[in-house]
């Protein structure tokens, strides 16, 4: 399980960092991320979906980062490990609310489900690792 640990934690740290440099270009105009479909509110060119993509970014990027981090640390203390999975819990969440959304917005992308497997795969290894 401690390589199933490691290597879901650096992809998360790997997306975190992703996200945030592809957020960025979301910001300033440019392309599109295959990511959470919170970034899509930007299409409709409202202050709204400007808000609504930083929060998207923030989110993205600290809960991916988090999970990278407590993963990585997660066999020297039983705190990281408990972070590891509250955290690993909280994307999961995130990115089963995300595929549904966009099923239901008809922007479904085989990205979706990538992105929801990563956290469910963490917080399974973080869970058997315990």
């Given amino acids: 399980m401690r390589k199933l640990i ?40 409202t202050m709204l979906g400007f808000i609504g993509n930083i929060l998207g970014i923030a989110v993205t990027c600290g809960g991916f980062g988090a999970m990278g981090f407590y993963g990585l640390t997660s066999y020297r203390s039983s705190s990281s490990r408990k972070n590891a999975f509250i955290w690993g819990l909280v994307m999961s969440a995130i990115c089963l609310l995300s595929l549904v959304c966009s099923i239901f917005a008809r922007s479904f992308n085989f990205g979706d489900i990538l992105l929801l497997a990563l956290p469910l795969l963490y917080t399974f290894g973080i869970f058997k690792s315990a």
């Fill in 6 to 45: 490691d290597i879901t934690s650096v992809l998360c740290a790997i997306i975190a960092i992703v996200s945030l440099i592809m957020g960025v270009r979301v910001l300033t105009g440019h392309g599109y991320f295959m990511g959470l479909a919170i970034f899509s509110m930007a299409k409709q060119g």
